[in-house]
């Protein structure tokens, strides 16, 4: 039987294998706690909401559920494959565009589904809270669509430089190029 003392030096660790990369490309420090933050403030509003016994109006409870529930899951689902090795194997390449799209649209809808559950509940404190926390994973989506926007601009820009397969970037039209080719008529 072969002893431990073996296989020890062969053993390196590699520190580029940690399942958890940040800051990344894809998400720094702060856009990572920001998400964190959604991921709890949905959940909380979420948990709050399904504790709620009675409703006046059903409708607004119930948009608001579906909100709340659909911001955690896939909110959570995009902190994980951002934040680790999992997004170069799921073969989307336009991560940033996804991203910000993903977390405007839960902004948008996260603003009017608390609006309206506010407007129509029973106003009890599992109502308010649930409220509160919606107002809350709200300013965090808002929070991170700003911090993506200071940091990184708008991914939708159509004025980006499309860049060639050799690793130059392609000509602006409109602009003449920096150096004139020759064809051999030159000083003759």
């Given at each position: 039987m072969a002893s431990p003392a073996v296989y020890s030096p062969t053993t390196v660790s590699d520190p580029k294998s940690s399942c958890l990369l940040i800051p990344s490309e894809l998400?720094?420090?702060?856009?990572?706690?920001?998400?964190?933050?959604?991921?709890?403030?949905?959940?909380?509003?979420?948990?709050?909401?399904?504790?709620?016994?009675?409703?006046?109006?059903?409708?607004?409870?119930?948009?608001?559920?579906?909100?709340?529930?659909?911001?955690?899951?896939?909110?959570?689902?995009?902190?994980?494959?951002?934040?680790?090795?999992?997004?170069?194997?799921?073969?989307?390449?336009?991560?940033?565009?996804?991203?910000?799209?993903?977390?405007?649209?839960?902004?948008?809808?996260?603003?009017?589904?608390?609006?309206?559950?506010?407007?129509?509940?029973?106003?009890?404190?599992?109502?308010?809270?649930?409220?509160?926390?919606?107002?809350?994973?709200t300013i965090a989506f808002f929070a991170d669509l700003g911090w993506f926007m200071k940091t990184s601009g708008f991914p939708f820009k159509k004025d980006q430089k499309p860049e060639l397969s050799n690793g130059g970037t392609a000509p602006v039209e409109g602009q003449p190029e920096s150096e004139k080719l020759t064809n051999g008529t030159e000083g003759v």
């Amino acid at each position: 039987m072969a002893s431990p003392a073996v296989y020890s030096p062969t053993t390196v660790s590699d520190p580029k294998s940690s399942c958890l990369l940040i800051p990344s490309e894809l998400l720094d420090k702060i856009r990572f706690g920001i998400k964190v933050c959604q991921v709890l403030f949905s959940f909380l509003a979420f948990i709050l909401e399904e504790v709620v016994n009675s409703c006046i109006s059903c409708t607004a409870l119930y948009f608001f559920e579906f909100v709340s529930c659909t911001a955690f899951l896939f909110t959570l689902l995009l902190l994980i494959l951002l934040s680790t090795n999992l997004h170069s194997r799921v073969g989307i390449t336009c991560w940033p565009r996804l991203d910000f799209a993903y977390t405007a649209g839960i902004a948008v809808l996260f603003l009017i589904a608390s609006i309206v559950f506010a407007s129509d509940n029973r106003n009890t404190s599992v109502e308010n809270g649930a409220v509160v926390f919606g107002f809350m994973a709200t300013i965090a989506f808002f929070a991170d669509l700003g911090w993506f926007m200071k940091t990184s601009g708008f991914p939708f820009k159509k004025d980006q430089k499309p860049e060639l397969s050799n690793g130059g970037t392609a000509p602006v039209e409109g602009q003449p190029e920096s150096e004139k080719l020759t064809n051999g008529t030159e000083g003759v």
